[in-house]
Structure formats: C-alpha cells, structure tokens
C-alpha cells in the first residue's frame, strides 16, 4: 500500500494491497446522514460502518470516501477513482471501474464492474448502473441503468448516448427550424385565401 502525504484513513477501514492512495484523499469519514426534525432541524445519524478497499486500487488527490451508515462502502478490486470525487456511504464500485475527477456519487448506489464514468458526472442515491455503461462527462444520472455495456449522456441523464447526440444537435437547429415553420405559415395562409 502506498499513501502519499497528507492522506487520512479513519478507523476499521479495511484497505487490500497494491493500493495508491494519493495527497489530501479520505477515506472512512462520516457519510452524509441527517434526519429532519420537526421544528425544521437535523439530527446526525451514526456512521458505524466502514469502509473496504480491495486490491489493485488507486485514489486520487482530495478524494473523499465515506464510511457506511451500517456494512461497508466497498471499492472492488482494480478500481480507478481520479482527484476531486466524492462516494458517499454505503456505495459499492464494481471491479476494474474508473471515474474520472468532480464526480459525485450519492449513498447506496451500486455500481458493476467496468464501468466508465466521466468527469463531472453526478449520480443520485440508491440506484443501480449496470455492468460496462459507459457514462459521458457532465450527466447527470437520475434512475438505474439496466442495460449493460452502453453509452448514457444527457443533463439529466435521459437517454441513450447517440439518442442524447441527436437531441443536442436538433435543439441547435430550433431557431431555423421556427423561422421555416413561420413561413410555412405564411404560405398555408396566402393558399387558404
């Protein structure tokens, strides 16, 4: 195992060997638990459990992972996490998946093997992403992905890939396609006369 400056490992953190943790990571701080009370405050919920690292998995600089709320947030084996992530509590990353930098993944979601998330992508809680998808950078991932080994894009995440690529093009030619529908118009309305 190989932790670079300024890393911080809290207790009953299992990490595998073969791991790169690198400057200013964290690993096994509290997750994000709060529970609304009634006079409009929160109350902190226990973080009691833990978090696992298997073998073979590196971490960049100032990357947080929070401890589960109970069981373990687990990151399998071969694992790639670029700087400036966050995983939240009870998160598991599938084996030999990568996330690349400013990504956010909120509390336990599951994520399969060889997956490949880009940079900036945000994830809600408590869904799945299936094995092999492969998420564009910046989309934002609202419900599970069940289809294994396909492309997802979109703000927010809503479509296939090429699906997403055919909207984006398509809003770009709104302002010509209006200007054409108003002088379809036009011609309708010279014709009914």
């Excluded at 009691?48 to 100032?62: A, T």
């Excluded at 947080?64 to 790639?80: E, F, L, P, Q, W």
């Amino acid at each position: 195992m190989t932790l670079f400056p300024g890393v911080v490992v809290y207790f009953d953190c299992v990490i595998g060997s073969n791991v790169v943790i690198h400057s200013g990571a964290i690993i096994g701080s509290d997750g994000f638990g709060f529970a609304p009370q009634a006079d409009g405050t929160y109350n902190k919920v226990a973080q009691i459990g833990n978090v696992i690292i298997e073998d073979n998995v590196e971490i960049g600089s100032n990357t947080t992972i929070d401890r589960a709320t109970m069981g373990s947030t687990i990151i399998r084996k071969g694992v790639k996490l670029d700087n400036l992530i966050q995983i939240a509590h009870n998160v598991e990353i599938g084996e030999n998946t990568v996330i690349a930098a400013q990504t956010g993944v909120s509390g336990s979601t599951k994520i399969g093997g060889n997956v490949v998330i880009g940079g900036q992508v945000g994830v809600v809680g408590h869904i799945n992403i299936a094995k092999g998808s492969l998420i564009m950078a910046k989309s934002g991932i609202n419900k599970n992905i069940t289809e294994e080994n396909k492309k997802w894009g979109g703000i927010p995440f809503f479509a296939p890939y090429l699906e997403n690529l055919r909207v984006e093009v398509a809003v770009t030619r709104l302002p010509a396609l209006e200007k054409k529908i108003i002088e379809l118009e036009k011609v309708i309305a010279e014709l009914r006369k």
